[in-house]
């Protein structure tokens, strides 16, 4: 009899795939791959250089999407993402030159470094799976899948995203430092492997399975649940403000996915438990002392009982 | 029960957790609370619900404010030999633990002190209320007590609060039962703690009577019996119920005859339209004494009586009886006087009451005519301004009567029956003192009359003109100073009650005796008696100890119930023996983690054949459609676990 805590075999070889990139990730690697199958962005708040683009890069290349990196400065303007009208003197009309935003899988480096309005431009196109330029409106690749970095210890030249902005994202995760052993092996290999399966899914499948995702159910009991750790984030115990209701809908679509990675067609709390604190951790800030995953995660044990 | 959680969402703040414990205890005290202090502590509430921390200078106004409402409230009782009086001191207490709790509560900031206060207040509120109601909140009070400090120690929803309070509150009901019954009793007849005797000396009839030098008589509201008449209830004024008649006075005890004479009961022929009919329901006394209205003429019930119209049966009386009896009111009792009974009713101390023998050798002196005399040591009292007071000075014991007619003028009825009686016997005529109740007509409804310990009396009654004549000794006095009171208690008068009724309403007014007895008046006496139960009874230490078991045994079934219907979903339910059984074999679930981990861990770590368990558990309670006969499957699953677990 199988555990309920393991992954489909189905996804068993893309993680694989993906860890043999990014070394003892797979927590890391899982939750991207939620993130993704739970139609949501992903943000990564990290140092540059532990592995963010590799992530990105083999996650695009195992799923087969198309991949696209815009690196945000402070002078980057919204149609350096979205793209713009210029005028053809062959054809005398204006035409429209796509920005990079039109790929499946996009990679926004360090979006605290840009402008409001540019940051602005990119989480609305991500929130709304379409752009209007001069009325035209273009509908984004299906799907979709925005990650976005950015760094949390510079400040200077930052522009800190507000947390409204921050909430469009459905979970955050933060790579951190490989393992002993992992950096080990990363040291000692000669040079980078390149990534050597052929994506396992086409297209249609992936957006078969996303909306899959959304067929997981989720009792009442688990309900319940959810709503106890909604209401610990509100109490103002610990917590400056609560999750919103859109960040309490990213807690249920994270344990849908999570448990659908798992095959499972129902949520447990333990898929709760688990993505509880990525979702929250751009969502809430404690009132004294840093946010960690470490730290929402023994709050939320430590206050709320799964299986009461 | 479902919606409470949804309606509390939240977990309260310690601060407003304190407000919820202050808010149930400080409720009853509002009722002792005097006009000042209310006003006070409106104005502290005031700032309090502002919610800003005032400026330290405003703090000390408010402080002075206190002060200020303290004295007002306490004006006129208020002086150091005042405080000896426990009432007052507790009460002093309290205001200035009030004015302490609301300084501290204004600056918002929680301390150990603002933490116990409810638990001081509480207890000081006991002082003040000995009444069923309160008995019954304060059971509840120490039941949201409990809650409230849950709430501040566990960091859950509402529901498991609740319910983890509830089961906390029935295991500690036994300590507390213990803890009622052997907690040393303040016993105020030793004065422990400076304070004047202020319980003991109850109103009431016990068949002597004692001329106290100090103590208050404080008037007891229990019901002795209940007087129905046939008819309307004949003048207030010449209701006396006799009780016993006291012919010797011992020092300060006036007692019945030891040996009573076998003179004949006196003879009593009265027209039947100068009859009064009436049925009494006589509570428990312990004591062999019916009452009677005076004359008595009959009673329905087998007692016995003699030359004094005493009426008396044989046994205690310790439960509730019902008798009917006829009376005529009248006030003197014709009847002969053997010589030994005038003797014993002439006699006094020739040593004692020096200033009493001479006020009445002038009597004496003056005229030979015993109407006379009495008309003479009437004028007497009269010309003393007396004063008829609950709270008399202090005597000088030796000369009681002396003290009472010529120096301190204040007393109580019996100090005016004694002294009464004892210048009749100086003046050569013949006397007796009379005790029983008197009611003052508070208390009735038509023809429904309540007669209460308060209403406890002595009189005098004096034999002239070949009669024994009743001598209303109290209407001697001047002034009356917080005297009898007037109760408004309005009891239900139910006419023509049917006999079941009757016996209801017996039983419910038993009910209410009985914790009226072991309960609210339970004091160091109540103790000393269970002690002296205790020591000559085994069979009584086996029947206490049996109770107290079985009354353990109700309270585990209760709390055994409780948990029992507590436990939802009925997946959890039959997985909870296992939970049990795993937890003895060194398994324990950590209360934070969830039971899927909980599950795996066992799995992994200890290779126990769990996982069906798990996904059987898991598909019952978070699938959708879970299949019919999986909780079946799961029972079955968790019987060969636990068979493996035992092997």
Partial sequence: ?308 | MQSLPHWLPTKPTPLQLLDIAYIVVILPIFLILKTPMLFFVAIALFLIIKGDIPSTKRVLMLMLLGGVAVFLSLYGSFSFSGLSRLRLFVELLIYLLLIAVALQRLTRTINFYLKLSPALLMALSLFFFHSIGMLIYVILEVYLLLLVLMWAIMRTEIRAVLRVATLFYLISLPMMVLFFIFFPRISFEHATYGFKGEIVKHSGHDGVMHIDNEGLLVPSNRIVMEVGFEGAIPPMHQLYFRGSVLYIQKENTWIPLQIKPKSSVPQKYYADHTLTHYKVTLYPTNKKWLYLLDIPYETTTKAKTDYDLEFKVDKNIDEPILYKATSHIGESIETSLSAYLLHIALAFDPMRNPKSIAAIRKINASTDIPKERLVAISNLFRSQYLTYTLKPDAFDLKNATDSFLFDTKKGYCTHFASAFATLCRMAGIPSRIVTGYRPNGGDSIQNYLIVRQKDAHAWVEVYIDSAWQRVETTSLASVIQDGIETTNQTEQNAENQQNEWDKLSLYLHYIKYQVDTWILEYSVLSQKKLYSYFKSDTFFVLKFIGFFLLFVVLLFVAWWIFRRMQCRPKELCVLSPLFDLLAKKGYPKDPSESLNHYFERLCHEHQLPLETINLLYHQIRYQKIAQPNTLLQLKAEIKKATQHLLS
């Fill in chain 1, 1 to 308: 009899m199988k555990l309920m805590n393991t992954l489909d075999t189905k996804f068993t070889p893309l993680i694989t795939a993906i860890a043999s990139q990014l070394y003892g990730k797979e927590e890391s690697i899982t939750l991207t791959l939620a993130a993704f199958f739970a139609k949501g962005h992903l943000l990564v708040e990290d140092i540059p250089g532990v592995g963010k683009t590799t992530l990105a890069r083999a996650l695009a290349s195992v799923l087969g999407l198309e991949f696209g990196r815009i690196q945000f400065t402070s002078d980057l303007l919204p149609s350096d993402i979205l793209g713009v009208n210029y005028f053809d003197q062959k054809k005398s009309d204006f035409v429209f030159k796509k920005g990079p935003i039109f790929t499946q899988f996009l990679l926004a480096d360090e979006i605290n470094r840009s402008m409001p309005k540019t940051q602005s431009a990119l989480l609305e196109a991500m929130e709304e799976g379409r752009i209007s330029i001069d009325r035209e409106v273009y509908t984004l690749q299906e799907p979709f899948f925005v990650m976005g970095t950015q760094n949390p210890y510079e400040e200077v030249g930052t522009f800190r995203l507000p947390d409204s902005q921050l909430d469009r994202f459905i979970c955050a995760l933060r790579i951190g430092y490989p393992e002993y052993e992992a950096e080990r092996a990363i040291l000692s290999r000669q040079k980078p492997k390149s990534i050597d399966i052929s994506p396992p899914f086409t297209t249609q499948e992936l957006l078969a399975m996303q909306s899959e995702v959304t067929q997981v159910h989720l009792s009442d009991a688990l309900l319940d649940y959810l709503q106890s750790i909604i209401a610990l984030s509100r109490n103002g115990a610990y917590f400056v403000h609560g999750l919103s209701t859109r960040g309490a809908l990213a807690l249920a679509s994270m344990s849908r996915a999570w448990a659908y990675l798992h095959s499972r067609n129902y949520a447990i709390p333990d898929d709760v438990t688990t993505v509880a604190p990525y979702v929250c951790l751009h969502r809430l800030k404690f009132t004294e002392g840093k946010t960690t995953i470490e730290r929402l995660r023994n709050v939320i044990s430590e206050n709320t009982h799964p299986d009461a």
